[in-house]
């Protein structure tokens, strides 16, 4: 499984290390470096391979929005999540305009903190790992222009499966250019392969997704799933 290194940018020693806890909990990311200050965090951006900041936006010596500008200018493939207070709208607002992927308003829920990192792995992997042509459909998906469709009410999912998961699943198959195996869903979605599998045969059996086989010398054929039913629709 791909870790995505993520850097904590946070003065506050008690935060920072609940930032490292809270990231040990998750699964696909690993915690690189931690630093205190606006030019800690610059040389670290020079010399580590960073995928994702986690950001206080008021970080001694960082400049605020000046700050996250200068950043976003001299290092634009690494990703920001600001962690800051919500005092100052023009300072909410002025993150996301820069290109933070999400804002977390100071004290947040360790849920909200999963939420928004896996949301970002889900986008990143499904940027960076692409090598097919995107249809605008695809695109919409990833990025969150165009909504997952409701399920019609007969489409409802059964008792023990949450719509919001399905949704979930539905989307990353969207995303995707190829078909994934019941492992790779569990790993991108931070869930168990049991759960992916649950979900991704309800999806089949709704004819919302189809299954191949890869076929091994050793073992039991692997089960590949991608979005559409059987009558070829993507």
Do not use: N
């Not at 020693?13 to 965090?41: H, I």
């Not at 903190?113 to 919409?140: I, S, V």
């Not at 909504?147 to 019609?152: H, K, V």
Request: net charge neutral; glycine share 8%.
């Amino acid at each position: 499984m791909k870790a995505l290194s993520v850097l904590v940018a946070e003065d506050d020693p008690t935060l920072r290390d609940l930032y490292g806890d809270y990231l040990k909990r998750l699964r696909g990311f690993r915690l690189q470096d931690q630093v205190s200050s606006g030019p800690a965090l610059f040389e670290a951006l020079k010399e580590k391979a960073i995928h994702l900041v986690l950001l206080d936006l008021f970080l001694p010596g960082f400049d605020a929005l000046d700050g996250l500008r200068r950043a976003r200018v001299s290092h634009p493939r690494i990703d920001f999540i600001v962690l800051s207070v919500g005092t100052s709208p023009d300072a909410v607002r002025g993150s996301l305009c820069l290109g933070a992927f999400d804002y977390l308003i100071k004290p947040f829920a360790f849920s909200r903190f999963k939420t928004a990192l896996e949301a970002y792995r889900t986008y990143h992997l499904g940027l960076t790992e692409r090598r097919e042509p995107w249809r605008q459909e695809e695109l919409d998906r990833l990025t969150g222009t165009l909504a997952t469709p409701p399920l019609a009410p007969d489409l409802a999912p059964p008792k023990g499966l949450q719509a919001k998961l399905v949704g979930d699943v539905t989307a990353l198959l969207q995303a995707w250019d190829k078909s994934l195996s019941a492992t790779e869903v569990g790993e991108l979605l931070g869930i168990s392969r049991s759960t992916a599998r649950r979900y991704l045969e309800y999806l089949v059996e709704i004819d919302q997704a189809s299954v191949d086989y890869a076929f091994r010398e050793v073992g039991r054929p692997v089960k590949l799933y991608h979005l559409g039913g059987r009558d070829g629709a993507c």
